[in-house]
């Protein structure tokens, strides 16, 4: 079975201090993979997204970038968090096939102070 | 760009009472997937629905698919305090790219 996981769980970084999540998929091959971010009781918003090792588009301009280094694996990264990084991210994978859901890992929840 | 509207935004019901969330657009839409996240966790897929006017049911929850494909409800039956969570409806776009435009979301608290 697939599993997808995500790390940390949480985390308070400082205004001005870098940031990476990283996020690994297990059990399947060649998935897409998204970084959502979620504002407190707001809906989910797509940051990037990744068809394969190296592809990255960016839906949203931010402080943020986001990299595929391996089949499976999918890092957002940024150099210099604002306040406004705050906010809960999510990765999430899907099979890479018109019409199928997507798998979220239990996301990380950022603090910048 | 694209844009799906869910309401209402909060919905405060005792348990026992039913529960309806509606999801619209001004465009037709290809399909409309749709999740629960509760409270502090992930969003988890419910049901996708494809075809104009389908219908689908998962125990208490009824999803619908209107017939111009421009809307979406998720009916709940008898809430439960496990039903507490928010409710998203998501519309799959970009073809294999699969990416999701999701609704703001409808927030559930269930009274016991």
């Known amino acids: 079975s697939q599993t997808i996981h995500q790390w940390p769980a949480t985390l308070v970084q400082p205004v001005g201090s870098p940031l990476s999540l990283e996020c690994t998929v297990e059990?399947?091959?060649?998935?897409?993979l998204y970084w959502y971010r979620q504002a407190a009781g707001r809906g989910l918003q797509l940051l990037f997204y990744s068809v394969g090792i190296g592809q990255i588009s960016s839906e949203v301009p931010q402080n943020l970038s986001a990299s595929r280094p391996q089949d499976r694996q999918f890092i957002l990264s940024s150099k210099k968090l604002l306040l406004s990084d705050s906010g809960f991210y999510l990765c999430?994978?899907?099979?890479?096939?018109?019409?199928?859901?997507?798998?979220f890992g239990q996301g990380t929840r950022l603090t910048v102070v | 760009g694209q844009q799906v509207m869910q309401i209402p935004q909060y919905q405060h019901v005792q348990e026992g009472e039913d529960f309806t969330t509606y999801c619209n657009s001004s465009t037709t839409l290809s399909n409309i997937q749709w999740y629960k996240q509760r409270p502090g966790g992930h969003p988890v897929f419910l049901i996708q629905l494809v075809k104009s006017g389908e219908v689908k049911k998962q125990k208490r929850l009824t999803f619908q698919f209107g017939e111009a494909k421009k809307n979406s409800s998720l009916h709940i039956t008898a809430t439960q305090t496990t039903d507490v969570g928010t409710y998203f409806c998501?519309?799959?776009?970009?073809?294999?790219?699969?990416?999701?435009?999701f609704g703001k979301g409808t927030k559930l608290s269930v009274k016991p």
């Open positions: 999430a994978w899907n099979w890479g096939l018109e019409n199928t859901e997507a798998f």
């Open positions: 998501a519309e799959s776009y970009g073809g294999s790219q699969g990416n999701l435009i």
């Open positions: 059990g399947t091959s060649n998935p897409n």
